[in-house]
């Protein structure tokens, strides 16, 4: 794969940034801003009919530039003059990387929690909560923890792909 052409590899180059912008941002955007300040300001009923719209929504494009993340990167790893083909790990090069895929397999395993376990869960408390039921405010809380964690989790990977990014490209 090394004779790839250069409009590309560059082409890769650049969708792989986009997606890691849209994702990364997406997370962080989310744990920064969005849920602290849509729990603060709005009302049950609001809240469950936003959650429910702004989660689906983002949900959709974080898997979508998951899966160009995935393709892009194959590509630009195999054009790698340091690739030494797969599991071969030879060099500070596929050190990082191998650990940079470790890192987005475990993110990738709390985004899945995320948005098919813990996601719902709290979508049926809001609605709940909307419609009037009362609720046993230890389990909302204790699932907004939750939450929060694994943002700030996912946050705290993001940095570290970045960081072996940095030293793959180093390498």
Same mark, same amino acid.
Request: hydrophobic share 55%; glycine share 6%.
């Given at each position: ?26 997370? !962080? ?6 849920? &602290?300040?849509? $729990? #603060?300001?709005?009302?049950?009923? @609001?809240?469950?009919?936003? %959650? ?59 985004? !899945? ?6 996601? &719902?869960?709290? $979508? #049926?408390?809001?609605?709940?909560? @909307?419609?009037?039921?009362? %609720? ?36």
């Amino acid at each position: 794969m090394q004779d790839l052409p250069n409009w590309g590899l560059a082409l890769a180059y650049w969708l792989h940034m986009l997606a890691t912008v849209t994702w990364l941002g997406g997370l !962080a955007t989310l744990a920064l801003l969005v849920i &602290p300040n849509a $729990r #603060r300001m709005l009302n049950a009923d @609001a809240y469950a009919r936003f %959650l429910e719209k702004m989660q689906s929504r983002l949900q959709q494009v974080g898997w979508f530039s998951l899966a160009v993340l995935i393709g892009t990167g194959m590509f630009q790893m195999s054009a790698h003059p340091a690739y030494e083909g797969f599991l071969a790990i030879e060099n500070s090069w596929s050190v990082a990387i191998l650990a940079k895929h470790g890192i987005v397999a475990l993110m990738i395993v709390v985004s !899945a929690y995320n948005t098919w376990g813990l996601t &719902p869960a709290l $979508r #049926r408390l809001a609605l709940m909560r @909307a419609a009037g039921k009362e %609720l046993q405010p230890d389990i909302i809380k204790r699932l907004q923890k939750q939450e929060d964690r694994l943002l700030v989790v996912n946050g705290v990977l993001s940095v570290l792909v970045l960081l072996l990014t940095a030293v793959a490209r180093a390498s």
